[in-house]
C-alpha cells in the first residue's frame, strides 16, 4: 500500500516509516530538512527494498502546501492512508505569545492536518477504503497553565478526528487517533518525567499492527487512559492547585 507520513524524519514519524517500510509498504515521506529526509529514504531503500520518495515541506493549511505534497504523493499512485505524527510545542507557550506564533502552532497541531485530510478524503470515500491516523497528547485532555495553545489545537484535533470516524461508519475506511503519553525522544531527553517514556520503535510497531482495527481513540500506553480520566473528574478547586 501507499502512505503519506507528515511529520517523518524524526521520533515517532521516523519509526513509523520503518515500520511500514518493513512490511513493504511504498513512503512518501514529508518533512522539513530535505538532507535528513534523504538519507532516511536511502537507509529504507537499501534495507526493505520498498519504494520511498520524500519531499521538504511544511504542512500548512494553505492551498500551495497541499497540492505540493499532493503533487509529489502522485510518483506512488493512489494514497491508501496518511498517518500525522508532527506537533510544534513552544516554551512560551502561556496564552500571551503574539499572533504569528499562535497561528504557526494552530497551523501544525491542527489545520494543517485537517486540510491536508480534507484533500485525501473523497478519494478514500469513493474507493471505499483508506487509513488515517493522528497524534495527539494526553497534555490536550484538561486545559492547563502551560502549552495552552498546543493543548486547545491537540483537543481540536482529537475532535476533528472523532468528527471524521463518524463520516465515514460504516465504510472501509479506518480512522484511528492516538493520545500519546512521554515518547524517549529528544524533547524528553535530560528531563524528570512524572511516568515512564516509551519507545517510538514500539509504538510504531503497536499502530502499524493495529491499521485494521476499529478502535478509534487510543491512550498510549494504555495506562495514560486511567490517569487522564482521574484528572477529567478531579474537582476544580484541587486540581487548580495542581502544576504540572
Known sequence: MNFVIVGASAGLGRSLATALAEQGHCLLL?????????VQASDLQIRFGSKVK????????????????????????EVDGLFFPLGLSQDDDDGTQSAQSIS????TNLSGTMALTGHFLPAMLKRNRGYLVGFGSVA??????????YAAAKRGLSSFFESIRHKVAGSGIKVHFYQMGYMNTSQAFGKKLPFPAVSPDQAARDIVAHL?????????????????????V????????LRF
Do not use: H
Request: charged share 25%; aromatic share 10%.
Open 30 to 38: 514529508v518533512a522539513g530538512d530535505a538532507r535528513d529526509l534523504s
Open 54 to 77: 520524500t519531499l521538504s515541506c511544511k504542512l500548512e493549511a494553505a492551498q500551495a502546501s497541499i497540492e505540493r505534497i499532493a503533487t509529489a504523493s502522485q510518483t506512488l499512485g
Open 104 to 107: 504557526e502552532l494552530v497551523n
Open 140 to 149: 490536550a485532555d484538561r486545559g492547563r497553565g502551560a502549552n495552552i495553545v
Open 212 to 232: 485494521e482495527s476499529d478502535r478509534g481513540l487510543t491512550y498510549y500506553p494504555g495506562f495514560w487512559r486511567w490517569i487522564c480520566m482521574a484528572l477529567r
Open 234 to 241: 478531579t474537582p476544580w478547586f484541587i486540581y487548580k492547585k
